[in-house]
């Protein structure tokens, strides 16, 4: 028996499924601390950059840049605003009934986000993947790809704006919160927050098929 | 005869250990599901080196930007206005052309099955518009009004809002990326568009090979939110 244990052991670390699998997590890992490091020194960069053109008479240009910077994602941000967090219902399901409808779906967070940016809020981000112009929400599985990273539930949704007005927008009677809780049981959480941060964009940008427009002759 | 219980025992219990032991490695093996597995380090591999590709080109723009701005005002200044105009683009503020698709959706008039329940509603938009991210969509527009990350799509009385302008129908979604893969991710079989023309909506898709979208033409208004300056440890 013990040999027959010995055995399947060394099967199990020699197979060359799992060898395989090991090999590309050890890559995976070195990549990631290397894109780690890089996104460090691309901060460490622009830190350094804010502070070389730091001149007086620059600061209406500076205001300018900001202003994109933030929305296009490469600066992190803080300010006040609500944390909305949405899990899966707990809800016991009788024989029969679609477990599938008692999930958040991609579709919830796209209408949690569309309604906190109808009461003004000026930058969202989920489970800290922060919302750009070309932010896809979608199921795949049991997890959800933002930004093309797989995100699990719970879901917290940030958003910086007038924590009141995001809150009533959230709660209004018969809204999307509303709905959720009661056809779906999905459990809403909203809380009102002093000061909040959101991380910038975490890859890079750049377009591949667009391009500045230019007059046609 | 007290020892004879006790070395069965102990034999026992040894053997019992073994036995768990040996099924659980036996088991071990089972949850590794490993060609699964296999496949999606490779793709997050994949993510990664590109990535990374990007930093690095990233890095290196931004070590020519500050050897420049550290010359002079003038300099620095030059530096500057380039920084703009590059995060003018991604922020949607600059008019852009490239490849992509037209997308027009009607409601058919007459047509329609149970009447209004089943016209254009701002959440058909609102998933459209999200297929078309997923799609890599690079630049977004809606009768006219660009999206960026801050546009609500919703009904507001009987019309849709669009950047809090009121849209009418028909509504023509302009989308610039791949052309190929953005009409695809509305055309596949089953997906929303299928869902949509059953609906009585009648949506056409043309692939273009320039589409010009217009600047999102508001301010932009921070209020309540302020960049962080980056600690540079």
């Known amino acids: ?217 | 005869m007290i020892q004879r219980h006790f070395s069965i025992a102990l034999v026992g219990l040894i053997l019992g250990l073994l036995l768990v032991l040996q099924f659980r490695t036996a088991n071990q093996q089972e949850p590794a599901v490993p060609g699964d597995r296999a496949h999606e380090l490779t793709v997050e591999l994949k993510a990664l080196t590109t990535e990374r590709a990007g930093l690095e080109s990233v890095a290196r723009d931004l070590e020519g930007k500050l050897a420049r701005a550290r010359l002079g005002y003038v300099q620095a200044e030059e530096t500057i206005k380039a920084q703009i105009r590059e995060a003018a683009v991604l922020a949607g503020m600059t008019r852009v052309a490239g490849p992509g698709v037209r997308v027009i959706i009607t409601s058919r008039t007459g047509a329609t099955p149970p009447g209004a329940i089943f016209a254009v509603r701002d959440e058909d938009l609102l998933k459209l518009v999200n297929e078309l991210r997923a799609a890599e969509a690079e630049a977004l527009s809606i009768n006219g009004q660009r999206l960026i990350s801050t546009s609500a799509i919703r009904l507001a009385g009987s019309h849709i809002n669009v950047n809090l302008q009121r849209i009418t129908p028909p509504y023509e979604i302009l989308a610039i990326g791949d052309p190929i893969a953005l009409r695809n991710s509305l055309e596949i079989k089953g997906g929303l568009v299928e869902t949509m023309r059953d609906w009585g909506m009648d949506v056409t898709i043309e692939t273009q090979n320039r589409i010009v979208i217009p600047p999102f033409k508001r301010p932009l208004v921070y209020d309540y939110t302020e960049p962080v300056a980056e600690a540079s440890h």
Request: aromatic share 6%; glycine share 6%; hydrophobic share 40%.
């Open chain 1, 1 to 217: 028996m013990i040999a027959v244990q010995f055995r399947l052991y060394r099967d199990i670390q020699e197979s060359v499924p799992v060898q395989r699998v090991q090999r590309l997590m050890a890559e995976v890992q070195a990549a990631r601390k290397e894109r780690d490091q890089l996104q460090e020194r691309v901060a460490t960069l622009r830190a350094e950059l804010d502070a070389a053109t730091a001149q007086t008479g620059l600061q209406p240009l500076k205001k300018r840049l900001d202003r994109y910077q933030i929305e296009a994602g490469i600066v992190p941000v803080r300010g006040p605003g609500v944390e909305v967090i949405l899990e899966d219902s707990n809800v016991a399901l009788q024989p029969g009934q679609n477990p599938n409808l008692y999930v958040i779906h991609d579709e919830d967070i796209l209408r949690v986000l569309n309604e906190l940016r109808v009461a003004g809020a000026e930058v969202l981000a989920v489970n800290n993947e922060r919302v750009l112009a070309g932010t896809e929400v979608r199921c795949i599985g049991p997890s959800i790809l933002v930004n093309t990273k797989r995100l699990a539930a719970p879901f917290r949704i940030t958003a910086i704006g007038d924590p009141d007005n995001l809150e009533s927008a959230l709660k209004m009677r018969g809204g999307v919160v509303d709905t959720l809780q009661q056809f779906w049981g999905i459990r809403v959480s909203i809380k009102k927050m002093d000061q909040l941060t959101i991380p910038a964009f975490k890859g890079s940008q750049e377009f591949t098929y667009a391009r500045p427009y230019l007059e046609e002759k």
